[in-house]
């Protein structure tokens, strides 16, 4: 089994901060986000807070991975997770697209699945990439 992160919604860091702070500010997303987007260093400081302890602040974004399985691999994940999608490209080529909840709480099935999107987060999303394993 292979898998290859493809594409992610732009800016899930800000949009992770944002969904943080909407709950203890009394400003709006909109402005939140905007504000947020010009300011990496903030943005990393308060992503750098992660707690998940309710798994929406997570959820607000999608990625793309290019996945080479057997269709009896995807059918498992199919069938311990709703929320990820696969579209068959070939023979054993698949499409597949969830979100970042979608995926902590995917890890804590384990197995190699789980492991694949583990390693394919951890680079870019690594604050989330530590609650691996976890259901928020």
Do not use: C
């Not at 080529?93 to 969830?98: D, K, N, T």
């Amino acid at each position: 089994m292979k898998l290859r992160l493809l594409a992610s919604t732009p800016s899930v860091d800000a949009l992770i901060a944002t969904a943080m702070l909407t709950t203890t500010s009394g400003a709006a997303p909109s402005n939140l986000y905007h504000r947020l987007s010009a300011n990496p260093v903030k943005v990393a400081e308060i992503v750098g807070r992660l707690e998940v302890q309710h798994g929406s602040i997570i959820e607000h974004n999608r990625l793309d991975w290019l996945l080479e399985a057997e269709e009896s691999d995807v059918l498992k994940v199919l069938i311990s997770n709703r929320f990820f999608t696969f579209t068959r490209l070939g023979s054993n080529q698949w499409l597949v697209s969830a979100n970042l909840r979608a995926v902590v709480e995917y890890t804590a099935e384990g197995g190699e699945f789980a492991e694949l999107l583990l390693e394919s987060i951890k680079e870019k999303w690594p604050q989330v990439h530590a609650f691996g394993g976890r259901k928020p």
